[in-house]
């Protein structure tokens, strides 16, 4: 039987990722941080108890010796992450020591076993800054947040490690991605929830920072196939291929909360407070991703751009599907 392990398998996209292993009949290990894991969103996807969980940390190189040694798993995701670029300027360190010395050491404790299997790194957008065309790996990289140098230099890593030792890792750049699994602490889901709050409490004001920002938002479901697309690929001239995982359309902010209102048949203008200290110290303005390469190498194009991923979360908040605690008060 395959076996996979999932680093970060608590999140939204480790949970949705490990149901879809399960649906493909691989065991799944999941590793988390906690000894009493958070398990809401595998409760909603009902998988909670299919994936076995096992308590490590992801830095900690005799724990995740044990684990692979232990388990011989064909695949290993990496996901484990603190995800958020706001909060990594006010956790720096943290998000520092999350990103980059665990992926250097899951590659550190992969080199030392021999591991044979392929390894997977969720790396992000944020590493190519403002995007002036549609970036993919030839675009220059302008890292703006602490969250992304630290992806941009576990990039680098997992590119050395592969050119320098022959592991079979890869690491697949996700530009932003949904669900109602997103964390409150991120605002597509703050708006979501803003939105719905106003239609049902009226007086009710939702704050938000600078609209201007664009992103390429895609929907998180389709990012996890991609994610398997790119890790399983045939190996190209004996190495795997970074890829870029985006729909390259993006759109500002200020369209992203028009259309949410919008599907509420309300006008965004009429509950929304903009608040200047809600602005980053250094914000990307445009973000957008070339999806030819990936669709060259894996036929693999995006099918919902920024107006289904808004139709859904809307349809989906209407319905009550429960969202993932904000981590700063779980
Ligand atoms: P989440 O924040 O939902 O999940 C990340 C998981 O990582 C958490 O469930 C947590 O698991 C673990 N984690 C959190 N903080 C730390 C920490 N300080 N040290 C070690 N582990 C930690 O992220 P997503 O599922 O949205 O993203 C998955 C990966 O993809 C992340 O690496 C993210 O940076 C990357 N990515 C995501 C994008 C998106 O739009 N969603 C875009 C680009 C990249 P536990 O507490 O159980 O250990």
């Not at 691989?26 to 994936?51: A, C, E, F, M, W």
């Not at 699994?181 to 889901?189: A, I, L």
Request: charge should be negative.
């Amino acid at each position: 039987m395959v076996k996979a392990l999932v680093f970060g398998c608590t999140g939204q996209d480790g949970s949705l990722l490990c149901r879809s292993l399960l649906r493909q009949g691989i065991d799944v290990i999941g590793v988390s941080r906690s000894s009493n894991p958070n398990l809401t969103i595998h409760q909603s996807l009902g998988i909670n108890g299919k994936v076995e969980i096992t308590t490590a940390d992801i830095c900690d190189f005799r724990e995740i010796l044990e684990i692979i040694t232990n388990h011989n798993p064909g695949e290993v995701y990496n996901l484990a992450a603190q995800s958020s670029v706001g909060l990594s300027f006010r956790q720096p360190v943290d998000t520092f020591k999350s990103i980059i010395n665990g992926t250097i050491n899951l590659l550190e404790v992969a080199r030392f076993a021999g591991f044979k299997g392929r390894l997977y790194f969720a790396g992000s957008s944020e590493i190519f800054g403002n995007t002036d065309r549609p970036a993919d790996l030839d675009s220059p990289r302008q890292p703006l947040s602490p969250y992304a140098i630290a992806k941009d230099a576990s990039f680098n890593t997992v590119q050395v490690y592969r050119q320098a030792y022959g592991l079979n890792c890869v690491t697949g750049i996700l530009f932003n991605h949904e669900s109602p699994y997103r964390s409150r602490t991120f605002v597509t889901r703050k708006i979501v929830d803003g939105a719905l709050r106003c239609l049902r409490e009226p007086g009710y004001r939702l704050k938000l920072g600078d609209l201007s920002v664009a992103r390429d938002w895609g929907w998180a479901e389709e990012y996890i196939e991609a994610m398997q697309l790119v890790l399983r690929a045939d190996l190209l001239e004996n190495e795997l291929e970074d890829q870029v995982i985006c729909t390259g359309r993006s759109e500002t902010l200020e369209y992203f909360v028009e259309r949410v209102f919008a599907e509420l048949n309300l006008h965004w203008q009429d509950h929304v407070d903009l608040v200047a200290s809600l602005r980053r110290p250094s914000e990307i303005l445009r973000s957008v991703g070339n999806p030819e390469p990936m669709w060259r190498k894996h036929q693999w194009r995006a099918q919902k751009d920024v107006d289904g991923v808004i139709q859904t979360l809307v349809a989906l908040g209407c319905s009550g599907v429960p969202a993932q605690p904000d981590p700063l008060t779980a």
